[in-house]
């Protein structure tokens, strides 16, 4: 057991060590912040191989040593479960790095994806991965030479027995021990994530829990997101009397209601096409240039029309992304919990319904990816279209694995559009622009300039090309709607679910806008246009708060995020809430530790600065606004669903 310890202890150590020096940039911290991980990092591997020993062996051996005979070869046997629960530490630490690497953070709920999203596809997007190549067969040969070590070492010659009272000594000591070390504490509270607060940089923090704990709380995550239906609960969780107190700290008033009205219309409703592109991030189309096309056909509206860069997701990850912008829902995945069969009140489609609008969801991929097809079919949609229905209409397959290609998702679309009953919301969802890349075979690649981008980066060329086919593919449909007859009377809204992960090393303090930073590009027909600042700060709960603006009559809806046509300089920040809150404003990207200041262009500086009060206050705000949403689909479950 003590070379089990010290081989996890180093095991852990190197990981941490790892994600530090490789992934983020360890000389902006100082000796003492270094010295703070490390020793919270400590207590926090302790605490993980603590309750591993305890429950896999010293409980189990002690009560088995008291009843047999032959103690060599249950010792021997014990062994061999120490050595699988250690390669088990190596495959989550070598999972966890790789995690890291692509999504910016410690393990969390979107570790789940691996089954949610397709198990044979997220193998297939892995396959083309050389770091998870590299990270599966670094796990083989290390599990190879310690079972070869493992044999070697225990050969036996002789069977002994130990006393009963030497297995009662031994298991009082080590049990005590190991129950201390598992506690993590000596004071009242025991070491929790809720308590790993030494560090005042938020990375360092997040660092300091392992991958072992980060896979522990994701999984209590999920079981809470998706079994967890309690509105008492979550009440008494915030500390609060009742659902008025919960609006209160979440920032809703009289001045600022969580229930808003749209002014009153003159004009027609206008139809609506909403195009949530896969990883389309601002990253690239920051370099775009005459000789760097990476936008296609769709630069020049890009310059027509209102584009946004000043934008956040508010997910880090497709799903995600949908439900809070389609259903306002910070539970993640809403389609596969226990209210997936629950029309909610809270989602944005039911505004749009009891407009009179006809409503489609087209998206490239499976209906059955998520149970998406059949929980938004719930949510206020009136038809759900995916890849069968595309490829059966235009009577043309596709071999990527992910979905149709967009170019006949955009084809479907006009079809679509051309048939359908006036006013119309069809929301489409790209997913050609997803590892393994797979691109029809008339495609043809432009001639990237490679230097505007991570040299180090062997699949740079590969996520362009996804990066430029379906951006181009936007670009040829809004040149045909601006030649259509829809160019007067259909607004159209494009956005990112989230970056392009794995493009660069996200994890550089610099790059923390573009971590997050997603664009927003709004076709609106002269008629509906009005006035709105493209400089403003925002990010995707924002965009239904503007499309009711832009197109409802009088129409009530839950104001989650704030209209872009009425946002003033109070207003302008945008977030995302992967790992901890992180908040764009006019002055920098900030956590609830500090604000990194823009330093050239896009770029943040490595220091951060005390926060001031408005945005300590914003940041403060969002934890509640989430809970008040949480609050709105939990009611409504209970409501619909009385035993």
Same mark, same amino acid.
């Given at each position: 057991?003590?070379?089990?310890?010290?081989?996890?202890?180093?095991?852990?150590?190197?990981?941490?060590?790892?994600?530090?020096?490789?992934?983020?940039?360890?000389?902006?911290?100082?000796?003492?912040?270094?010295?703070?991980?490390?020793?919270?990092?400590?207590?926090?591997?302790?605490?993980?191989?603590?309750? =591993?020993?305890?429950?896999?062996?010293?409980?189990?051996?002690?009560?088995?040593?008291? @009843?047999?005979?032959?103690?060599?070869?249950?010792?021997?046997?014990?062994?061999?479960?120490?050595?699988?629960?250690?390669?088990?530490?190596?495959?989550?630490?070598?999972?966890?790095?790789?995690?890291?690497?692509?999504?910016?953070?410690?393990?969390?709920? =979107?570790?789940?994806?691996?089954?949610?999203?397709?198990?044979?596809?997220?193998?297939?997007?892995?396959?083309?991965? #050389?770091?998870?190549?590299?990270?599966?067969?670094? @796990? =083989?040969?290390?599990?190879?030479?310690?079972?070869?070590?493992?044999?070697?070492?225990?050969?036996?010659?002789?069977?002994?027995?130990?006393?009963?009272?030497?297995?009662?000594?031994?298991?009082?000591?080590?049990?005590?021990?190991?129950?201390?070390?598992?506690?993590?504490?000596?004071?009242?509270?025991?070491?929790?994530?809720?308590?790993?607060?030494?560090? !005042?940089?938020?990375?360092?923090?997040?660092?300091?829990?392992?991958?072992?704990?980060?896979?522990?709380?994701?999984?209590?995550?999920?079981?809470?997101?998706?079994?967890?239906?309690?509105?008492?609960?979550?009440?008494?969780? $915030?500390?609060?009397?009742?659902?008025?107190?919960?609006?209160?700290?979440?920032?809703?008033?009289?001045?600022?209601?969580?229930?808003?009205?749209?002014?009153?219309?003159? =004009?027609?409703?206008?139809?609506?096409?909403?195009?949530?592109?896969?990883?389309?991030?601002?990253?690239? !189309?920051?370099?775009?240039?005459?000789?760097?096309?990476?936008?296609?056909?769709?630069?020049?509206?890009?310059?027509?029309?209102?584009?946004?860069?000043?934008?956040?997701?508010?997910?880090?990850?497709?799903?995600?992304?949908?439900?809070?912008?389609?259903?306002?829902?910070?539970?993640?995945?809403? #389609?596969?919990?226990?209210?997936?069969?629950?029309?909610?009140?809270?989602?944005?489609?039911?505004?749009?319904?009891?407009?009179?609008?006809?409503?489609?969801?087209?998206?490239?991929?499976?209906?059955?990816?998520?149970?998406?097809?059949?929980?938004?079919?719930?949510?206020?949609?009136?038809?759900?279209?995916?890849?069968?229905?595309?490829?059966?209409?235009?009577?043309?397959?596709?071999?990527?694995?992910?979905?149709?290609?967009?170019?006949?998702?955009?084809?479907?679309?006009?079809?679509?559009?051309?048939?359908?009953?006036?006013?119309?919301?069809?929301?489409?969802?790209?997913?050609?622009?997803?590892?393994?890349?797979?691109?029809?075979?008339?495609?043809?690649?432009?001639?990237?300039?490679?230097?505007?981008?991570?040299?180090?980066?062997?699949?740079?060329?590969?996520?362009?090309?996804?990066?430029?086919?379906?951006?181009?593919?936007?670009?040829?449909?809004?040149?045909?709607?601006?030649?259509?007859?829809?160019?007067?009377?259909?607004?159209?809204? !494009?956005?990112?679910?989230?970056?392009?992960?794995?493009?660069?090393?996200?994890?550089?303090?610099?790059?923390?806008?573009?971590?997050?930073?997603?664009?927003?590009?709004?076709?609106?027909?002269?008629?509906?246009?009005?006035?709105?600042?493209?400089?403003?700060?925002?990010?995707?709960?924002?965009?239904?708060?503007?499309?009711?603006?832009?197109?409802?009559?009088?129409?009530?809806?839950? #104001?989650?995020?704030?209209?872009?046509?009425?946002?003033?300089?109070?207003? #302008?920040?945008?977030?995302?809430?992967?790992?901890?809150?992180?908040?764009?404003?006019?002055?920098?990207?900030? $956590?609830?530790?500090?604000?990194?200041?823009?330093?050239?262009?896009?770029?943040?500086?490595?220091?951060?600065?005390?926060?001031?009060?408005?945005?300590?206050?914003?940041?403060?705000?969002?934890?509640?606004?989430?809970?008040?949403?949480?609050?709105?689909?939990?009611?409504?479950?209970?409501?619909?669903?009385?035993?």
């Amino acid at each position: 057991m003590l070379w089990f310890v010290v081989a996890s202890l180093i095991l852990l150590a190197l990981q941490r060590s790892a994600v530090l020096v490789f992934l983020l940039d360890f000389n902006r911290y100082s000796p003492l912040q270094m010295l703070d991980l490390y020793y919270m990092g400590l207590r926090f591997d302790l605490k993980v191989i603590s309750a =591993l020993s305890l429950i896999f062996y010293l409980l189990p051996l002690s009560f088995v040593l008291l @009843f047999v005979r032959q103690s060599s070869k249950t010792i021997v046997f014990f062994s061999y479960v120490l050595l699988l629960i250690f390669l088990l530490e190596l495959l989550i630490c070598l999972s966890g790095y790789g995690f890291y690497h692509f999504f910016g953070s410690g393990i969390d709920q =979107l570790i789940f994806g691996l089954t949610d999203d397709g198990f044979v596809n997220v193998i297939k997007s892995m396959a083309v991965n #050389s770091l998870a190549i590299n990270l599966t067969l670094a @796990f =083989l040969c290390f599990s190879v030479i310690l079972l070869y070590w493992m044999v070697k070492k225990h050969q036996i010659s002789a069977l002994n027995t130990i006393p009963r009272r030497k297995t009662m000594l031994n298991f009082l000591l080590w049990f005590v021990v190991l129950s201390l070390f598992a506690r993590g504490s000596f004071g009242t509270f025991p070491l929790s994530r809720k308590t790993n607060q030494a560090n !005042a940089d938020a990375a360092l923090n997040a660092l300091a829990l392992n991958s072992i704990m980060n896979l522990y709380y994701a999984y209590r995550d999920n079981q809470k997101d998706t079994h967890f239906f309690s509105s008492s609960q979550l009440l008494n969780d $915030n500390h609060v009397n009742n659902f008025d107190e919960l609006k209160q700290k979440a920032g809703y008033n009289k001045h600022n209601p969580l229930i808003r009205k749209t002014s009153k219309k003159h =004009l027609p409703p206008p139809n609506i096409v909403f195009v949530l592109m896969e990883g389309w991030s601002s990253h690239i !189309a920051s370099k775009q240039k005459s000789d760097n096309n990476v936008l296609g056909a769709f630069n020049q509206h890009k310059n027509q029309d209102y584009f946004f860069t000043n934008f956040f997701s508010n997910s880090y990850g497709t799903n995600p992304t949908i439900e809070r912008l389609l259903q306002n829902s910070p539970i993640t995945p809403l #389609s596969q919990s226990k209210g997936k069969r629950t029309p909610f009140d809270i989602s944005n489609m039911q505004v749009f319904k009891k407009a009179g609008y006809t409503t489609n969801f087209i998206s490239g991929g499976n209906r059955a990816w998520r149970s998406v097809g059949d929980f938004q079919s719930r949510q206020g949609f009136d038809n759900f279209f995916d890849r069968s229905s595309i490829e059966q209409s235009l009577q043309r397959q596709s071999n990527n694995p992910w979905g149709a290609f967009d170019g006949d998702l955009f084809e479907f679309s006009k079809q679509k559009m051309q048939n359908s009953s006036v006013p119309f919301f069809n929301f489409l969802l790209t997913t050609n622009n997803h590892p393994p890349v797979v691109l029809p075979a008339e495609y043809q690649s432009p001639d990237f300039d490679l230097s505007q981008f991570d040299a180090h980066n062997k699949n740079t060329k590969t996520m362009l090309d996804g990066y430029y086919y379906q951006t181009n593919e936007l670009g040829k449909f809004i040149s045909w709607l601006k030649s259509s007859e829809f160019a007067k009377n259909t607004i159209v809204v !494009a956005t990112g679910d989230h970056v392009l992960k794995g493009f660069a090393n996200y994890n550089l303090a610099e790059l923390g806008y573009y971590k997050y930073a997603v664009p927003l590009y709004l076709y609106i027909p002269e008629s509906y246009k009005p006035p709105i600042n493209t400089q403003i700060y925002g990010s995707h709960l924002d965009i239904f708060p503007t499309l009711f603006d832009l197109s409802l009559s009088e129409i009530d809806y839950f #104001s989650f995020g704030k209209s872009l046509l009425k946002k003033d300089q109070q207003q #302008s920040y945008g977030w995302n809430a992967n790992a901890g809150y992180h908040v764009i404003f006019p002055k920098g990207v900030a $956590n609830k530790f500090g604000l990194q200041t823009w330093s050239e262009g896009s770029l943040l500086s490595k220091k951060s600065i005390e926060l001031n009060s408005h945005q300590r206050n914003i940041i403060q705000q969002l934890h509640y606004q989430e809970a008040v949403a949480k609050y709105l689909i939990f009611k409504d479950f209970e409501r619909q669903n009385k035993f």
